[in-house]
């Protein structure tokens, strides 16, 4: 999607390359498309009119703040199994992040290639208040070199752009399976009227139809319309909340023939509860029959005080799944986990709680197969905003 060569893949034609380039690069604009459908403020433009938004970048995005950012993609590194700076400049990649945000815009790097070292400074680039504090306080040993690299005359020219650029650098690394499962779950939250994999396709082809042009939510649902996909109405938000309801209550169940009474306040729970202000996942970890099931019941108790949905369930009472749709149906629920606690909240906060973790251990873990399904759980939970994660794990486990 962008008028720049690509290079040749190793052991496939320039053809086979570009196809899979493109694909790839749909998928995050699909992921942005759906993140337009969730508020009608934002907007995803798919390959600009405007070449100094058009350069070195596949689609802008408007956040609801009227933020404007650009992605550039890259599916991999046909080098190395890593982005080194200088494939990245080599690749334009820098230079474009340069000039977008010297221009005032955040510019996304898109890839299923890891830049792991770029990406930990472009973060904590932004905990900084100037580049001298970065340096000195945020720099470790072992980002050194690779920070030294940006620095370079033909890179960034000086410690105070480089520092600058990495304030508007987001660096953003997803298998493109990943990337499409979680493209249908979030469909499957906002929309209705086809499978989730269906709908994601649907969005694509209204963006290629639409290309050049400013797509808002209005624009997104006209066109889904045409298929006869429509936005998920009040009955199915309902729906899913009782489901959410009962799966949770079946899980307290579990726990409160087991809880003394009267119950023990637990401060690990109260902890918990603060602690999820300030971050999307955590893990309660401790010793077998340590408590970590109360202080999850604690904290979950808490959580619906304060108004928000909470999906609990516990993983050694589940049977073989081969997806997060199937561990969803085997909960009682009409789709992945994920969707349902998102379709429920219907804006609100929400809480995704997986107790006994530890079914799925490689250490230990009867459902150690099932491992997969859960990381996908979790990767599931952390592209949906709003979604806050807490895990619970025997110590063992987490060791091992």
């Given amino acids: 999607m962008t008028s720049a060569p690509r290079r040749r893949m190793a052991g496939a034609g320039g ?9 790839y690069e749909l998928a995050w604009a699909i992921r942005h498309a759906l993140l337009c459908i969730q508020d009608e403020r ?14 070195g970048s596949e689609f802008t995005y408007v956040n609801e703040h009227g933020t404007i950012s650009v992605t550039q993609v890259k599916r ?18 820098l230079a474009a992040a340069a000039r977008h945000v010297a221009a005032g815009r955040e510019f996304h790097f898109s890839s299923m290639t890891p830049s792991g070292a770029l ?33 370079a005359a033909n890179v960034f020219g000086s410690s105070e752009a480089a520092w600058h650029t990495l304030r508007g650098m987001w660096i953003e690394i997803e298998v493109e399976e990943q990337l499409i499962m979680t493209n249908a779950m979030l469909a499957e939250v906002s929309l ?9 396709v649907g969005i694509g082809a209204a963006l290629l139809n639409n290309l ?16 006869g996909i429509t936005p998920r109405d009040s009955v199915a938000r309902r729906t899913a909340h009782e489901q959410v309801v009962a799966t949770t209550q079946s899980w307290r169940g579990t726990i409160e023939r087991e809880l003394l009474s009267p119950s023990i306040e637990r401060q690990e729970a109260a902890d918990l509860v603060d602690l999820m202000t300030t971050t999307r996942l955590a893990f309660v970890v401790g010793a077998g029959g340590g408590g970590k099931s109360s202080v999850l019941y604690q904290a ?8 928000a949905e909470v999906l609990a369930f516990r993983l050694d009472r589940r049977g073989a799944f081969g997806s997060t749709i199937e561990l969803g149906v085997q909960l009682g629920l009409s789709t992945s986990p994920v969707a349902a606690l998102r379709q429920a909240a219907d804006g ?21 197969e099932r491992y997969d399904v859960i990381a996908d759980l979790i990767q599931e939970a952390t592209a949906v905003d709003g979604v806050r994660v807490i895990l619970a794990c025997r110590l063992f486990d987490v060791e091992k």
């Fill in 15 to 23: 053809g086979v390359a570009d196809k899979l380039g493109n694909k």
């Fill in 42 to 55: 934002r907007s995803l433009t798919l390959e600009e009119i405007d070449p100094a938004l058009a350069e």
């Fill in 76 to 93: 991999q590194n046909n080098i190395t199994d890593h982005w080194t700076i200088a494939a990245l400049r080599g690749r334009g990649v």
């Fill in 119 to 151: 990406r930990v400074m472009a973060s904590r680039s932004r905990q900084s208040v100037d580049a001298q504090q970065f340096v000195a306080q945020q720099l470790t040993r072992e980002l050194r070199p690779t920070f030294d690299e940006l620095t």
């Fill in 192 to 200: 209705e009227g086809a499978t989730g994999d269906l709908m994601a």
């Fill in 212 to 227: 050049r042009t400013r797509m808002t939510r209005r624009e997104l649902l006209d066109a889904l319309a045409r298929d």
């Fill in 300 to 307: 979950a108790q808490e959580f619906e005080a304060q108004d």
């Fill in 348 to 368: 609100r906060d929400a809480f995704l709680i997986i107790d006994q973790l530890d079914a799925v251990s490689l250490a230990s873990g009867r459902l150690s």
